[in-house]
């Protein structure tokens, strides 16, 4: 099928609008009013529409002009991304680079690195999103994304996934002021424990079996899904659970979270982050070099 509505005519048409007359929109494109003239004819002829009418001097867009300029203009700006995205693929950098973030860590360590980024490359489409356990390693290993940061496993061979660490995480029971188990004898046995409702966090994978982490809870859980969500819930009272220390710790000075020992205390997680080796993006290389050097405790 062949199309009338060209690049060429959008841009005429843009012109004409902004100018205010097809004399103005020549001289601005560097083409003779003939060439307007006739491109606007031509449209018109092709559509079976009237694009402009005069007033005065002035030639003013019709409502059926209106409306193919206005999306004609959002045509022409997706033209203009696309010429740009190709030259960055062409230079070695990605036009659009997917960041999945681990939900153990709160997103605020990124936004301060994407704001230093756009200072190098303003250009970039950047995509954002968590996910939860199993998730962030099926993310890389599916290529949902470029980079998986806060993924707690390194991957299976074979998969042509590099892996680095960047934080140890420590966790800790924790429950609301005035929980039964405040009133408990200290350290906490499993078979105390497992007599209250868990607050766990869903995992965000779509494609393997979900699992769970550091669940004692013989009662129904209540599900959420993200760390911050469950802490809000651990805070209003509504269950138990184990969170990483970091990311409670001004709620425990404040006291709207009670830390707890427990007999086998959970262990130490290393974290990391992962990319495939076959990735050789600028992009990428520019994030796991900031992040290498960043502190994430």
């Known amino acids: 099928m062949k199309y009338p509505i060209t690049l060429d005519a959008l841009e005429v048409l843009d012109a004409i609008d902004r100018k205010g ?11 003779v009013p003939s060439a307007i003239s006739y491109t606007v004819q ?8 009237v694009l402009f009418r005069k007033e005065g001097r002035k030639a003013v867009l019709t409502q059926a002009g ?17 010429a740009i995205a190709t030259k960055k693929a062409h230079g070695g950098w990605e036009p659009v680079f997917n960041i999945a973030i681990d939900s153990i860590l ?28 199993g998730g962030a390693q099926e993310a890389i290993t599916s290529n949902r994304a470029d980079l998986v940061i806060g993924t707690g496993a390194e991957p299976m061979p074979g998969q042509a996934v590099k892996y680095q660490q960047i934080q140890r995480i420590e966790w800790i029971f924790a429950v609301a002021p005035g929980h039964e188990l405040t009133k408990a004898s200290l350290p906490l046995s499993r078979q105390q424990i497992e007599q209250h409702r868990f607050i766990v966090v869903r995992d965000s994978s779509r494609n393997q079996a979900p699992r769970s982490q550091r669940v004692f809870s013989k009662r129904p859980v209540l599900s959420v899904p993200s760390v911050t969500e469950k802490i ?42 992962a990319w495939k080796t076959t990735n050789n993006g600028k992009v990428l290389r520019w994030f796991i070099e900031q992040l290498s050097r960043h502190d994430f405790v």
């Open 42 to 49: 031509k449209l018109e002829q092709d559509l079976n529409v």
């Open 66 to 82: 209106k409306v193919l300029l206005e999306q004609g203009r959002d045509i022409l700006e997706a033209t203009e991304r696309l």
């Open 106 to 133: 709160s997103f605020d360590f990124i936004y301060p690195l994407i704001a230093r980024f756009y200072e190098v490359m303003p250009d970039i489409e950047i995509n954002i999103y968590e996910e939860v356990l």
């Open 232 to 273: 809000q819930a651990q805070c209003l009272g509504l269950g138990v659970g184990f969170i990483p220390a970091h990311r409670i710790r001004d709620l425990l000075e404040q006291g709207r979270l009670i830390a707890l020992p427990v007999e086998n205390t959970a262990p130490v997680e290393i974290i990391g982050m």
């Open 21 to 31: 007359s097809f004399a103005a929109a020549a001289n601005e494109l560097f083409r």
